[in-house]
């Protein structure tokens, strides 16, 4: 079958969100086609704060694969991207076979050119694998003209990328089969169902390197006892409790099932040998600063959870946000010269009442939170229709990735601001 | 049956030792006659650095039982205060009633003054409790001429006195009967079974009061389902290779399981609702200096574990004990005004290579311990025969105490620099 001739390259650009487990994934049963031990669910965070942008280019004139990320190129080699890749370029080539009459014909044999920006600080300490993945898995799709299930070919990219490819709440539904086919995301609600839920991503001053999570995980399958109890007997309860508890908007039932899993994620950590550590001080403490809030109201109006690293993600309903952040602003109080405390979506101001603050009746750690991000759940993956976006141009691409990367990364710093 | 009506107050006079478990005991199954979830093991330590010491008078003069801990009255009504004297005076009587012809009549119809004193500071963060219950019953009985199984009634009092009924190496049998008469400590070796083996109690500087270990471990039963597994699944295997560990003199063995169950008891208290951590940063840092140093040397030659408190205790051999010290003295550099960094045993200098400091490589935390004291294994209660020592006397039984506690206190605070 002839090729199309044209030397103008097909450019898109897409935009993934970030997620953040609140029944959590930790530990592959597959390392290759990553399969995990248990299910998982996460709420997709709005891009308006948080997303990675990517653009892939394809044209008979690049010589080979590349891929720039964050303004930097990095290996395509790697085998994540190899498999993202290798599987969209399968499923591309199969759709031609079939005979499907909407497929672009031109990229399958060309070399791809990817740009990749996140609109978030690294320092955010946010798990950007699993936006980036899943903004590489998308926008591959489309360039290739692959509709369909997607979650599959992005968890091969990062286990977590697959719960990034819906909006609203999802879940990973882990599978049985050896070859991972039924291992894929899933739309629980989508991010219109609970309006009122607000998410505030509190950055954490790291004290340290933590250990990686590939890493931390495969460490944890083999040492943690508890790890496997916990896939095989606490997680299918938890996350038939987590579905029901989303349906029904039952903020009580979500915030304690989501700080309880995450401090069982935590436990399975220390039980792991040797020990891996992710909650610092400064985590302690908010956990602490959160269970007396909720004990001086009688009621669990905050929750709180951690992935592998200090940063809190905190969910709660809109109407006790001015009043938590008040709270948080106290007991860590930021340093007067920095920026914005509060970054994205706008927090009313509050008081502080003393009685509140006494029931608090912690020590304040100065500094202890750098900022926090105000958020809400969003919408999954998304075309960026509009050309002027791409962050790859027709000609020079390298040097206009490297460059508009740059400018992009710098603007976008700011809208978290 | 008469009583012996002299006047003359029966005086006797005890110490007994504190232990630290390397299998924890952490929850209970039945919390009025103190029967755990699981077995435990523990090694008693020497009681030339940390011991109880308790004097018991009996006397018809005596109006009613009372207490006096570290120089201060105490109420005598406390539940597991009664139950030791309840069963103490029960196999008293039983004995008496069974016509045993050793048994000393004086006592059973008197009232007692109990003294006791601890010869450490409680800033120490040591459980004195275990010791101080060891020392209650084995003192208690003495008086009563109650002689055998005394381990089941210690308990009683808190639930690991049991296992400082003995010296050495000792298992506390968790039991299945419904009355607990199976539920008892027994010897596993000697204090002389290992004489290399070297203990560190490296005192950490608490950052705060942490949650008692009674309230904590029933939070825990209640609401941690690793606990549960814990006790039902991981226990009975890690007893089988702890006891084994022990009579084979198996270091690496004995370090690895010993660093493993402290850190899965840790992350039981973290899976508790509300979580519950004991472990500081200091804490941390010590876990991480460990497994750094045994990573240096390609061999396990050092553990750690660590009890409800930011404490770390620190086993290893003999040979090992002047470097690690240093290890410990470089990277928590000790207050220069303060006293000895090292008490008790005596530790030869030692210089830190380059290559040691390097490979371990943490940044330093001055005055996070605020010092090192340095035992063995050690025996178990032991009556004092000089009747210049007892802490009662005679007469102005009361003032003698408060008085000689306060002196003792002092001296024995002496003794642990």
């Known amino acids: 079958m002839p090729e199309d001739s044209t030397d103008k390259p097909n450019i898109v650009t897409c935009t993934a969100p970030v997620n953040i487990a609140v029944i959590k994934y930790w530990g592959k049963r597959d390392e290759e086609l990553i399969l995990p031990i248990n299910s998982s669910l996460s709420v997709t965070l709005h891009q308006d704060q948080l997303k990675t942008t990517t653009t892939v280019a394809t044209s008979r004139s690049f010589q080979e694969d590349r891929i720039w990320l964050n303004g930097k190129e990095e290996d395509i080699t790697h085998p994540r991207l190899q498999s993202c890749l290798r599987e969209i370029r399968r499923l591309a080539r199969k759709r031609r076979n079939d005979g499907d009459p909407g497929l672009d014909l031109n990229g399958l044999s060309h070399r791809v050119h990817i740009c990749s920006v996140n609109n978030f600080p690294t320092a955010a300490g946010l798990a950007s694998s699993a936006a980036g993945f899943a903004c590489l898995v998308y926008t591959l799709a489309r360039v290739f003209g692959v509709e369909g299930e997607l979650s599959g070919i992005a968890r091969q990219g990062s286990g977590s990328a697959c719960r990034s490819m819906y909006g609203g709440f999802v879940q990973w539904i882990m599978g049985k089969k050896d070859d991972g086919k039924d291992s894929l995301a899933q739309q629980v609600e989508p991010e219109t169902h609970w309006p009122e839920l607000r998410i505030l991503v509190l950055v954490a001053s790291a004290e340290r390197k933590p250990v990686g999570s590939t890493s931390g995980m495969q460490t944890s399958v083999q040492t943690s006892c508890l790890l496997k109890h916990r896939a095989e007997s606490v997680i299918p309860g938890r ?179």
């Not at 029901?244 to 304690?256: H, I, L, M, S, W």
Request: glycine letters at 6%.
């Open 239 to 417: 996350m038939v409790g987590m579905i029901e508890a989303v349906r029904r908007k039952d903020f009580t039932a979500f915030a304690e099932l989501t700080m309880k899993d995450s401090n069982q994620f935590h436990a399975t950590c220390l039980d792991t040998y040797p020990p891996i550590f992710y909650l610092s001080s400064v985590s302690q403490q908010i956990i602490s600063l959160v269970h007396r809030y909720n004990r001086h109201y009688g009621e669990t109006r905050v929750a709180y959870t951690f992935d592998a690293g200090p940063n809190a993600v905190i969910f709660t309903l809109q109407q006790h946000v001015p009043e938590f952040v008040q709270v948080v602003q106290h007991f860590f109080p930021p340093d007067t010269n920095g920026g914005q405390f509060v970054k994205g979506l706008p927090v009313n101001p509050a008081t502080l009442s003393e009685d509140l603050e006494q029931a608090i009746g912690l020590e304040p750690m100065p500094k202890g939170i750098s900022y926090i991000i105000s958020t809400k759940a969003g919408p999954g993956p998304c075309v960026v229709k509009d050309p002027t976006q791409h962050l790859l141009g027709s000609d020079e691409t390298v040097k206009s990735c490297e460059s508009r990367s740059g400018e992009f990364q710098s603007s976008a710093e700011e809208l978290v601001r």
